[in-house]
């Protein structure tokens, strides 16, 4: 703690760097992230970045209204298309705001705006 103040800021950027990739941030009223806790028996978890996971799943959507619209229908019919209209809704800001911070390295989230 009393190290002078470059030594603590290296070692904050370290950690930062460190857990970088396991934050991510939720686009909402008010500014969430979470924690993506990396398992180790756990096969489940994509280690996939979120913005490449939102632009694929947009790209599954948007073939499947496309090119097969009746397994759209079917799959909006389900008890989980809650689901897909919650992603719908959120998804394209989340992505802006995402790609947006990553390639200005600016935070640049502006949390309620767009309600």
Request: glycine share 4%.
């Amino acid at each position: 703690m009393h190290e002078d103040k470059r030594k603590r800021l290296d070692g904050l950027k370290r950690y930062h760097g460190r857990i970088r990739k396991d934050l991510m941030y939720i686009y909402g009223d008010t500014r969430l992230w979470y924690v993506k806790k990396d398992i180790i028996n756990n096969s489940h978890i994509i280690q996939r970045n979120s913005i490449t996971l939102i632009f694929a799943v947009m790209h599954w959507l948007s073939e499947l209204v496309r090119y097969n619209p009746e397994k759209f229908e079917k799959l909006m019919r389900t008890n989980q298309n809650w689901l897909i209209h919650e992603f719908i809704d959120n998804a394209l800001n989340q992505f802006i705001d995402e790609i947006s911070c990553e390639i200005t390295g600016v935070d640049i989230m502006e949390v309620g705006n767009r309600k």
